[in-house]
């Protein structure tokens, strides 16, 4: 794609596409850093300017990638994510005592432990607070596998948390 293409998608898109980068992090610098990724691979490809379904199915899916490339780095180092704060500072303003805290953490735990296909849908779906329908495009799944993978996630949940009650 060249640098003049590149600009006017970034006026027809560029606020659409950095809103979105944040609704996924909800952090500022993250979603900048999306947003730029996202840039420099739109340079690399060869999708026309004018095919507005194609550079908009691009454009989310790829911030989506790169979103999940950065989650898995800072996985890998064992780094605690923006995300990851959030979640405990929900923790935090939810939990009306020491109990509730506890079994509030061991929920997260165990979200944690899900594969990121399970995961991801759950933190989009109830962290997020979207519904099934928004939680599929941000995703780039269809409805009914969003449902799929809700109920899948609630089965290894359940199964999780009982393992460690016992």
């Known amino acids: ?4 293409e ?5 006026e027809r898109y560029g606020r659409t596409l950095s809103a979105f980068c944040y609704s996924v992090c909800k952090d500022v610098h993250t979603a900048d850093e999306i947003f730029q990724e996202v840039c420099l691979r739109l340079l690399k490809t060869n999708i026309s300017a004018n095919d507005e379904r194609a550079v908009t199915s691009y454009l989310y899916k790829t911030a989506l990638s ?3 490339d ?3 780095k800072i996985r890998r180092r064992g780094e605690v994510s923006i995300e990851e704060t959030e979640v405990r500072r929900y923790v935090d303003s939810i939990a009306d005592s020491e109990e509730d805290r506890g079994g509030y953490e061991a929920l997260y735990r165990a979200v944690k432990s899900l594969p990121d296909k399970y995961r991801e849908v759950v933190q989009t ?8 329908s928004a939680a599929a495009r941000i995703l780039g799944i269809p409805k009914g596998t969003v449902k ?6 609630k089965e290894l949940l359940k199964k999780e948390l009982e393992n460690e009650n016992n």
């Open 66 to 68: 790169v979103y999940r």
């Open 148 to 153: 799929s993978r809700l109920h899948k996630a």
């Open 6 to 10: 590149l600009c006017i998608l970034l």
């Open 1 to 4: 794609m060249k640098k003049d």
């Open 70 to 72: 950065i989650q898995r």
């Open 125 to 132: 779906v109830y962290f997020r607070e979207l519904d099934e």
